[in-house]
């Protein structure tokens, strides 16, 4: 079993950064959401999917190429993400937590059904865009240049993304406001229009990954649906609040889902799961989580 | 207990109410039904497509015979769940009048379909899914198969490659009972004519990225990956297959189980050179074109499958039987006709439906054409080899048919 | 990054509330329970599709155990369907490979769902509120791992064609309407026990825990064990449906160990109403209602439930039970 050449287990552990990339990503986002507004976004994945077809559609009815994708596609799902903050989640934020995962379980439901009947199950396709063709040979393997892309662009966004919560002004705002909101908004700072847009945003960078894994996987309408349960994992191991654990155990997730691969194929979608339950009974505020 | 009592009661007055009137054909209709997955990964391939294919069969039926016969189509959606497809056949059979049931992709939920119009003595004509089964230990007098199998995927595309120059092979299973079923069954197809299985990756289901495995198959540097899976699996595997190269560095890949709107999903770019066994090609003669070309234009444009033409295809078999014996309630013996009748049609062409229910036409191994040789959407396969009918389907005695009297 | 400031255990959804009045409860909950009873007699009576009935009455225990779990004891298991879809394949296994006759299979089947449940209890219990879903979360999909490679499960295909058997091998159940009463007498036998667990002490203690633990605590009791009980019966009787149900359609499939499934019986159980005790009934019998008659739509199914759960937890949180108590000023 631990013959494995030297040169496979590299390969399969770059291809797991790479999906390590998607999962830190989307656990960025989902860590975002939960840590300063406390809800349980289950339909984090619908709209990784919607982000995805916002590229497909862009492409398909306006000719507008990958690149611009990447911009517009998030900032609308973005939008519609916060409309439905702003008429629906709003009026949970006194309930238990357990109300937004149902509200939110229920948003990916619709969103999913209604794509299904317009698309199909099928998935459709989406170019690699032409600057980022080919590969590179690395001697290992064959490293295609889309997926290395993935891998830098994910990095950025996710730094770029702890940097400001962690260590700008209006990050700390942000934090405050998740501490004592009504202390916040006695500085005369808008408290519920900074929890709008930080969903917003959340919801953002699950679309982003949806456009970048546009490429990649089929654009299908239940991309969303397989892929939200292991990010939930992700985030549960990571700590639900913590934004570097979030990236942390994404990068690494993908890494161990990508060893695993090799060693015991079978088993790879559901290491995450035995991983999370080992983490969640021993440390169980997760692994970067703060201990209330 | 009162209860119990009572219970006792109902059964009893159930058992005396129970003997409906057998007319031959009730009420002069004839009520069938088209199973398929309308929402999930067949949709495209079957779904819609197949209750149209009906429509078109019932159609032809009547204006080419001028029969007397008035036929009811009804349509549902298993969602490719053995529990809905088979709670489905059952309301169908008992509530609403139905006699036949077609199409049914999806193995699991064929099985199952399979047993309930067994145990209501009705009959299924299946044109969607793969399993060998149904002609094979799970035969039944009432199920006829159409349009391909297992076996006949293992040996078309596995003994074609193998002849063309692909004689090493790695797989890229998906791990359920079709995909390991299709990999046993071409394994022993390659190694039989020569050639050597050097891998195998048993790929989760749900997977959608298939890189680490691909990267497998690249590694074993075996001539052939064979893809034993079927829908979003294949799609994804071939799409992520040319991101690394995989064609391009001289290794071909031959799915097992490929219909041409997954090809129409890819794009030619992305699938040209895969390789894959069809039971009916829409350009073949001019039989199919025509035919498909009515297909197309109530199809919104989209071309049929093999599983559309088995649809349109066994029906209008099935209808020949009964209007022959003028009874549609007892379906062994609606089946018993179908197996006596030659099958005559333009899509499949002259053939025979043999006593485990196995219908026999011949098999095509076509390849992808390359962008720059296709003349239009839809005009996407080569020719490569026919198979001859005889030889394209499990020999009678080895599938373990307990109606097979050897 | 912490939380928002509130209370540590997470307050307990809202169930529908105790009305303060003068009515016996109990002689409002025999009177539905009568009619409920003369409902699922009736039904096929009157030509209701028989497996239809059955299958809403499956469904119905399945969401009574769910709902002794969530509703009474405020804990939202998100895995239950490995004791519907484990039981399943229990109880299919011993009917058509052990051949035992039904009643045994089914009893075989809920023996083995109290002890996964006890297991998964203990290892669930140990945290609160979204962990703990998440950990049943977690096991119900390392359960369905284990039910998509174990040999005897068949993976994709389930197990097929059970046979129906010889209740106490004298009755043949596959004659629909000995089947239906074997259901029937399984569902309310289930639902009984339900009831008398929840009017007990023990059910009156795990109350008690869920709407204020730490005075539970205060007062001496052990809510950790109180909470295992209480999962390890919603499992069992979870399982006493899925092992009906197996025997009923003679099928255990991958679908009753999928999330999805773990995600329709908090749906039924939702619309029907947490913590009522004919809610989940409702419930139950609403959802498989619409799957059933609106099959032809396919994806349609899924925007309703949807919508249905977005309604719910928006205006309609009390369920339609709860609402209708509410209304009638009785505890239902």
Request: hydrophobic share 50%; net charge positive; glycine share 12%.
């Amino acid at each position: 079993m631990f013959d494995i050449p030297i040169q496979a287990l590299m390969g399969q552990l770059l291809i797991g950064l790479i999906n390590g990339s998607f999962y830190a990503l989307l656990s960025l986002g989902l860590a975002v959401i939960f840590g300063l507004l406390n809800i349980i976004n289950f339909a984090h994945g619908a709209f990784y999917m919607m982000g995805a077809f916002g590229a497909y559609l862009l492409l398909s009815t306006l000719g507008l190429n990958y690149w611009w994708s990447l911009i517009i596609a998030p900032v609308v799902v973005g939008a519609i993400g916060m409309v439905l903050e702003r008429t629906m989640l709003k009026r949970l934020y006194q309930l238990d937590h357990l109300y937004g995962l149902l509200l939110t379980f229920g948003l990916a439901l619709i969103i999913q059904g209604l794509f299904r009947n317009q698309y199909g199950s099928s998935g459709l396709p989406y170019a690699i865009p032409s600057q980022l063709q080919g590969g590179q040979n690395l001697g290992f393997m064959f490293l295609p240049n889309y997926r290395a892309w993935v891998i830098v662009a994910s990095l950025v966004v996710c730094l770029l993304t702890w940097f400001v919560i962690e260590h700008t002004r209006l990050g700390g705002y942000l934090r405050a406001a998740t501490e004592s909101p009504q202390l916040v908004q006695a500085f005369g700072i808008n408290v519920p229009r900074m929890v709008t847009l930080t969903f917003g945003f959340g919801v953002a960078l699950a679309a982003l990954a949806g456009v970048m894994a546009a490429p990649i996987y089929q654009v299908s309408p239940l991309m969303g649906a397989d892929i939200i349960i292991v990010v939930f994992a992700v985030v549960v191991i990571g700590g639900m609040g913590s934004i570097m654990g979030a990236i942390v155990t994404g990068f690494g997730l993908g890494l161990i889902e990508g060893l695993t691969k090799v060693f015991y194929p079978e088993a790879s979608t559901t290491a995450i799961f035995i991983i999370m339950t080992i983490v969640l009974l021993v440390r169980p505020a997760g692994l970067f989580g703060a201990q209330k | 207990m009162k209860r119990k009592l009572l219970c006792s009661l109902i059964a009893g007055l159930g058992l005396v109410a129970g003997g409906a009137a057998q007319a031959a054909i009730p009420g002069g209709v004839v009520k069938i039904g088209v199973m398929s997955d309308m929402s999930g990964p067949y949709a495209d391939l079957a779904g819609q497509g197949s209750v149209l294919a009906a429509r078109m069969a019932v159609e032809d039926y009547l204006k080419a015979t001028k029969s007397k016969l008035k036929v009811d189509i009804v349509s549902a959606d298993h969602q490719n769940k053995p529990d809905v497809g088979s709670s489905i056949a059952r309301k169908w059979y008992d509530s609403e009048g139905v006699q036949a049931i077609f199409d049914v992709p999806t193995s699991s939920v064929a099985l199952a379909v399979n047993d309930v119009t067994k145990e209501k003595n009705k009959v299924m004509v299946n044109s969607g899914a793969g399993s060998s089964d149904l002609t094979g230990k799970a035969c039944t007098p009432n199920t006829v198969h159409w349009t391909y199998d297992t076996w006949m995927l293992a040996h078309g595309t596995g003994s074609a490659v193998v002849k063309n120059g692909g004689d090493t092979w790695f797989f890229l299973t998906a791990d359920y009972a079709f995909g390991q079923a299709l990999e046993r069954d071409t394994s022993e197809v390659v190694k039989a004519a020569g050639g050597k299985v050097l891998g195998s990756v048993k790929v989760p289901m749900g997977t959608s990225d298939f890189s680490s495995f691909l990267l497998q198959a690249q590694g074993s540097k075996a001539k052939i990956i064979g893809l034993a899976n079927a829908g979003a699996d294949t799609t994804n595997s071939i799409k992520q297959a040319a991101e690394f190269g995989i064609v391009a560095g001289g290794q071909k890949l031959a799915g097992l189980l490929v219909f041409i709107t997954d090809v129409h999903g890819l794009g030619l770019k992305t699938a040209q050179g895969l390789q894959l066994t069809e039971t009916f090609y829409w350009d073949h003669d001019d039989g199919t074109r025509a035919w498909s070309k009515r297909f197309a234009a109530a199809n919104g444009g989209k071309y049929p499958t093999m599983v559309h033409a088995g649809v349109y295809a066994g029906l209008l078999h099935y209808l020949k039987a009964v209007d022959a014996i003028q009874d549609d309630t007892d379906g062994a013996k609606v089946v018993a006709e179908m197996k006596k009748l030659p099958t005559d049609d333009p899509l499949f062409g002259k053939g025979m439906i043999r006593v485990d229910g196995r219908k026999i036409h011949p098999a095509y191994l076509f390849e992808v054409k390359k962008p720059s040789e296709s003349k239009g959407p839809w005009d996407y396969y080569k020719l490569q080899q026919t198979i001859p009918a005889d030889k394209a389907f499990r020999p009678l005695n080895e599938g373990g048919c307990p109606l097979v009297k050897s | 990054m912490s939380s928002a400031a509130h209370t540590s255990t997470g307050s307990a959804p809202v169930s529908a509330s105790a009305v303060a009045s003068t009515h016996n409860p109990a002689r409002t909950h025999a009177l539905v329970f009568a009619i409920m009873v003369v409902i699922l007699v009736g039904a096929p009576l009157l030509g209701v599709y028989p497996v239809f009935m059955m299958k809403v009455m499956c469904f119905a225990l399945f969401a009574c155990a769910f709902n002794l779990l969530l509703g009474f004891g405020g804990l939202l298991s998100f895995g239950h369907a490995m004791f519907l879809g484990g039981a399943g394949y229990a109880a299919a296994h011993a009917a058509k490979v052990w051949g035992w006759t039904p009643e045994l299979a089914v009893a075989f089947a809920t023996l083995c769902t109290a002890v996964l449940g006890w297991v998964a209890g203990l290892l669930a219990i140990r945290r609160q509120g979204i962990y703990f879903s998440m950990i049943t979360l977690a096991l119900a999909q390392m359960v369905y791992f284990f039910a998509v490679q174990a040999p005897f499960t068949h993976g994709e295909d389930g197990i097929q064609a059970v046979p129906r058997g010889h209740l106490f091998g004298l009755i043949d159940l596959s004659n629909t309407w000995a089947m239906y009463c074997f259901v029937l007498a399984i569902f309310l036998g289930g639902f009984a026990l339900i009831y008398r667990i929840v009017h007990s002490p023990f059910g009156q203690v795990l109350q008690a825990i869920r709407e204020n633990e730490p005075r539970a605590i205060s007062l001496g009791y052990d809510a950790d064990k109180f909470k295992h009980r209480a999962f390890v019966l919603s499992a069992a009787l979870a399982g006493l449906a899925g092992g009906t149900k197996a025997i009923l359609f003679q099928l255990a499939s991958l679908t009753d160990v999928h999330w999805g499934m773990s995600g329709e019986v908090v749906l039924m159980t939702l619309l029907g109403g947490m913590g009522t005790i004919f809610g989940p009934v409702v419930g139950a019998a609403v959802i498989v209602t619409m799957q059933n008659y609106l099959a032809e739509l396919g994806s349609w199914v899924t925007v309703v439930q949807g919508v249905i759960f977005v309604v719910c937890v928006l205006v309609f949180r009390r369920g339609i039970v709860g609402e209708l108590g509410a209304l009638l000023k009785k505890s239902l």
